[in-house]
């Protein structure tokens, strides 16, 4: 087997997005389900809240869930290439001895495992969090809603999942395979390059600059979407404060802080260990600091700023969609506002953090000499 159990299980940042998902979705169809079991006795003066706390629940599970659950495929796909990309020699030399490529990718359904250990510590910990949620869900006239156990959940949100992403990773792995045994062995994968018109020539930084955020993607959507989980739940955090409880404003601050921190992460090594060399030879030539953190890392500003803004507006249209059409009906439901001293706040706190982490980043990158690398 190429790929083994233990680094199936060092995939953090999978297994914290997973868990994140699995958490919110847990306690919210489990009180659904709970929830469609009491209808009966549900006054009639209270069934527009009842039925507008159903169709929330839906759709934060619709909405939070499967946005978390595609961000999960995309890191599956992400550690997966970077895998095949570290030892892709090694892979080389197997497709050599006649190893077929499916056997090979077989191996890599381990990157499940961070999955499953996600989905089964979200799942807990959302059935332990769901009295908070039944008790701040009550009132109203509504009746109490018992706690049950639904095994179709554990199911649906723990096995399934662990199933869907281990077969996924085996497909990803399978398809990635394809590339001839004379490019793995040089450790490359085959490109096929297009003829493009000939670029008026630019300044090195600046060429630098375009070359760096363009030839990875991939990180910069981590970048984009560690900047929007910051920039969304931190706002939401505030206003689920008012409009439902301070319980559930702190669960959304402390749930976009982590996901912020641990895509952000994920990008920020990444990139700074695909530009180590680059930012080695560009200080033995003489370059400043502020050069390198400009022209390497500086360029992933844009898709950071992209990323807080789309969570701005995430957060407003979700809250003004659950207030103005969900809850319309609803009594003594506060209306939502843009909440514009918080968006300064939290707009300050995100510039200073987010260049704080380009700097720490920059200076880790710098460490290493171009003699070390030479030597490697």
Known sequence: MTVSIKDGFKLFGIAVVACCAVFVCTFFLNYYLDALAVRGAVAPEALPLYEAQLLSAKLTCLISGLCLLLVAAVLVAFYVKIYLDFHAKQIGILKALGLPDFKIAFGFWVFGLSVLVGCAAGF???????????????????????????????????????????????????????????????????????????KRERPFLRELFSQTLGS???????????????????????????????????????????????????????????NVETIAVMRACGYALKDYWAAVLGGYRIPAYIGFAAGTLYQYGLLKLMTGLVFSGVEEMPEYAFDFAVFGAVLAAFAVLFELTLLIFTLSARKASVRELMAE
């Open 124 to 198: 807990a910990g959302g059935y332990a969090f769901a009295p908070v949620i039944y008790e701040q869900m009550g009132g109203g006239g509504l009746p109490a809603v018992p706690l049950r156990f639904h095994a179709e959940l554990l199911f649906c949100l723990v096995i399934l999942p662990f199933a869907c992403f281990s077969a996924y990773a085996v497909l990803y792995a399978f398809f990635k395979l394809r590339a001839p045994v004379s490019a793995l062995l040089r450790g490359k994968e085959q490109k096929i390059t297009l003829k493009r018109a000939p």
């Open 216 to 274: 990875r993607p991939a990180l910069a959507f981590f970048v984009a979407f560690a900047c929007f989980c910051f920039s969304a739940m931190l706002q939401m955090c505030f206003a689920m404060t008012e409009l439902a409880s301070e319980t559930m404003g702190i669960m959304m601050g402390v749930m976009g802080v982590v996901l912020a921190a641990c895509s952000l992460l994920l990008a920020m090594t990444a990139l700074v260990r695909g």
